[in-house]
């Protein structure tokens, strides 16, 4: 059974950082390609970053550019979401997702972990 499960939000000031980690169960992540969202309240479900199967650079959405980082533990088969310097706007629910190589829609998602940044 897949299952997809991120840990590690949290409550911190402006400035300070945050680990998020995806564990993943039912396959390995070397072979998915998995994704970050988020979505605060109000507001559309953005991309944050994602992490492919092949060899290109992770992308990261704007916002988010030279703060967060992603990366993935092939041995722990898990995939985290280092994120530095936070804002009050990164303020969000987050989610990890998992797609097949090649396929857009993500299949498997988390049940999401709260991110609350106070300025």
């Known amino acids: 059974q897949v299952q997809l499960v991120e840990t590690g939000g949290g409550q911190v000031q402006s400035g300070e950082s945050l680990r998020l980690s995806c564990a993943v169960s039912?396959?390995?992540?070397?072979?998915?390609?998995i994704g970050w969202f988020r979505q605060a309240p109000g507001k559309e479900r953005e991309g944050v970053s994602c992490?492919?199967?092949?060899?290109?650079?992770?992308f990261y959405a704007d916002p988010v550019k030279g703060r967060f980082t992603i990366s993935r533990d092939n041995i722990k088969n898990t995939v985290s979401l280092q994120m530095n310097s936070l804002e009050p706007d990164d303020t969000a629910v987050y989610y990890c997702a998992a797609r097949w190589p090649g396929i857009l829609e993500y299949k498997y998602w988390g049940q999401g972990t709260q991110v609350t940044v106070s300025s």
């Open positions: 992490i492919n199967t092949g060899p290109n650079s992770p």
């Open positions: 039912g396959f390995t992540v070397s072979s998915y390609g």
